[in-house]
Structures are given as C-alpha cells and as structure tokens.
C-alpha cells in the first residue's frame, strides 16, 4: 500500500509526529502534498529513472519528498546533512539530480545550492534560501490529483564514506505500481510485523538508509511514525511512554547513552507498550546488549545488513543470549566467508563477508565500475561484500570482527579495533572511544585509543595508564594500546557511525605511502 490507499481508510489519522515542534502529518494530507510535488516534479520535465535529491533537517516535508518519488518512478538521494557544503554538492553531482530541496536551517544550503548547477528546479523548505524556490509556494500551484501515470520509485542511497568517498548504490526500477508498494519497505514491513496499530519511534537522523527505510516501511503499513529531531537519552524513553511507541530502532551507542542515565530517569517509566526494539548498524558489545535485555526484557532483536541491501541476518534476544555476540543468522541467502583469494574458509575462521543481494538484484556502485567490480567475488559473481570481516559459528551464526579497512597490522599481526573499542564501551570514565592504527617504523602500525573522557573526568597520563591496564587485563597484552590520546568529541555521525578516515588522517598525513606495513609471516 501508499498513502493514496490510506488517504481513503483512515484520512485523519496521524502518520507522523514531530514531537519537537507539535507538528503532525495524516494520512489525507500526506497524499495530497506528496501528489502536489509529483506533479511539480513532472511539470519541470521529470520522467521515470531520473534523480532527486533531499539535504534536509528532521522534518515533515521529508515524507512528502520520498512519497513523491515513490510515486513518480523517481530515484531519491538523501544527503547526510553534516556534510560540507562541497561534500554534499559531490553526490548532488554525481547522482545527476536534476532537483534538490533543502532546509533553510542548514548552514550549507545556500553554498551547496550555488554549487549544484545542473540542478534545474531547487526548493527552499522552511524558509529562503539565497538561489531557491519556496516548497510551500510551489506545491500550492499544483494540482491535488495524482499523474495520470504512477510508477514505484525507488532510493540511490550513497554509502556513508567513513573511510572514502561516498558512493551510489544504484539498481533498476522495478516494473509495479504504487498501489502495489515498494518491494523494499515491504520486506520490513514483514520482517518486523508492521500494520496499522504500530507506533514507531524514529530516534535517527533521516537522511541514512535504515531511519528513511523503516520510516517509510510504517507508513506504507498504515501505521505511525515518531520522529525525533535528534536523539536524547532522557527524552527518547520518555516519547516511548508518551506515544505508546510498540517499535523502535537504535545503534549501540543509543543503548551506551541511556546505560549511562542517572538510574532516577531510566526508572518509574511505562515501557509497557514496547514490543520489538531493533537495532543494527554496528556490532553491540556484548555487557551493553546484556544490560538492555535486563533492563528493557526479551524485546530486542538485531539485524545485520548495509545499504547495499547485501545480505540479511537477524537474531531474537533469545537467539542472541545463546550466541553473545551474533550479529544474526542468516534469513534468506547464505553468508559465504571467504579469504581475500575468495577460498570459503570454515567454521570460526574470520574473512571478508559475501552474500547475495536479498532482494535479488545485484547492486552496482553509480560510475564506479571499479569499485562494483572489488566488490564481487572473484569466482561467483552473484556473490558481493561491502568489506565486513566476520566468521559463522558452527550454527550459522554471523559475528562481525570489523571493517577490512579499520584493520589494524602491527608486526604482521591482524589487530581488530572493534574488539578493544568494545572492551572499553562501558569503562565508567570512558564517554566514548576509537581505536586506529598509527605509523610505526618498525611495525609498520601501531595500536592507539582516542578517548572522549566522560563528563566531570579530566584527561590525564594516569587516566590513560588506566585504561592501558584495563584492556591487558580484559585482553592481554597484544591488544593493548601503546598509546591513548583525549579529544573533546569523536568524528561520529548521528547514525552512530565513528568517522575513522577523518580521525586516522590526522596521524597518517602522507606516512601511509611512506610507511608501509612489513610482509605477513
């Protein structure tokens, strides 16, 4: 179903809210806008395949800019909205928009829409912006009706570019109409239960794939959607009781974020209502998932996937508690581990991660025959890994132990960062870590922890000395740093994802060229 669908059964009834401003958005009025901007788009000349672009806030005019699209036969990228001006008009380019709507409270907006000059039709939302057209204004010209003809748009989300350039994940539209949904939200809406009595608290930033997908997922099952401005420990498990939330989403340092609340604000609340909080994006150290299902009961679940759409894997609390770590079992196509020659390695030996697209379209990255072609795995080329090294256990379960590119070679040994950043995850004096490799000259790379002391803690040599002793103690001696260094505040994205290149170029500069790791024994 598409809102056109709900716009008949339940007119009235709120889609979404936006409890930051009061705002609210139902089902009647959802249609009616999301039609008003198809028609504007198609007025401009926009046909079936082209491409739209959104660099925006939270905010409601969002929805109607993914369900325009979705009806259009339209691609639609959403932008991180923390990128530089410059960053961000790279992926307006290179996704070939020939529309972009963008908040007026960014700070980059007016120099991104100064750069984005193929750009044929720009839209100001929430007020002007030097070199745009007013959303409201626009909208109000055209018609209520939808195009005479529909088709089912579809994302060309770019990858996050923590460690390079982002890059678009482009496949072919599918032949259905609107009516019939979108294939993609539909398989959420059956993997998590969505339908019409679901209320679900949207905690993220909407510009990355799992916040737009899952939103949209709910709205297409009829249901409502919470969104909040930004994430807010305290406030997030308050909407929950306030809204009766039945679902939500998270990343792990959501979960660390709210361990950490004075235990007077995480008790006294009714989360009766909460069936089925997901969460995904990054591996949870297992004290912190631990935690959650004591604290919050059997209600939380995982996924494991990427914006590529690569693979699927899910696990129950229950699941989990049998496997600690997993990130899931597979659901549809196998996981493969292989070794970077694209031998299958066995059970419990870790390696690059393949699978096969889960929704049965091979991906490829927008103008980047290089980058699909690295890819795909060497002798199957229906296999493809977006560069997560993990292993299965003897059961089928999936445990991630890192990206390829944050590994870590000291000596020739394989050093995963992950493993150590989770050992520090709940270190009463740590707000928040990274762990990188830098320039050694005769190991070729070092391991170093970068530490955001938690507030009220000083940074200190005795504080770092502390932590170096609570990871030999926890890991040994291998796996301790050699060094700790303290930051204000890590590169991290809203998304929860740590910035690595930007936090590894600071130490490297050109020594990655000039000091390169000796040969592995």
Known sequence: MYPGHYAKTQPDKVAIHRPATGESLT?????????????????????????VSIFSDNNLAYFEVVWACMRSGLYLTTINRYLTAPEAAYIVDNCDAKVLVASSVLPEAAELGR??????????????????????????????????EEHVGAFMLYSS????????????????????GNLGMGQLVNLWGFDTSTVYLSPAPMYHAAPVGFTMAVVQAGGTVVMMDKFEPALALDLIERYRVTHSQWVPTMFVRMLKLDPAERSGRDLSSHRRAIHAAAPCPVEVKRQMI?????????????SENVGLATNTSQEWLEHPGTVGKARAQAFHICDEEGNELAPGEPGLIYSESNVGVLFTYHKDEGKTSSSTHPFNPTWMTVGDIGYLDEDGFLFLTDRKAFMIISGGVNIYPQQIEDALALHPKVADVAVIGVPNPDLGEEVKAVVEPAPGVEASEALAQEIMDFVRAKLGRQLTPRSVDFTDALPRLPTGKLYKKALRDKYWGDASAAVPPPARN
Request: hydrophobic share 35%; charged share 25%; net charge negative.
């Open 294 to 306: 004591e604290w919050w009961g059997p209600i939380i679940e995982e996924y494991y996937s990427a």
């Open 115 to 148: 750069l984005s000059v193929r750009c044929e039709l720009k839209l100001a939302v929430g007020g002007p912006i030097e070199g745009f057209s007013d959303f409201e204004a626009a909208l109000a010209a055209q018609p209520q009706e939808a195009l005479a």
């Open 161 to 180: 570019g923590t460690t390079g350039r982002p890059k678009g994940i482009l496949r072919p539209l599918l032949e259905r109409h609107p009516s019939e």
């Open 27 to 51: 089902y009647r009025r959802l249609d009616d806008r999301s039609n008003q901007l198809a028609q504007l788009f198609h007025a401009h000349g926009l046909r079936r395949g082209d491409h």
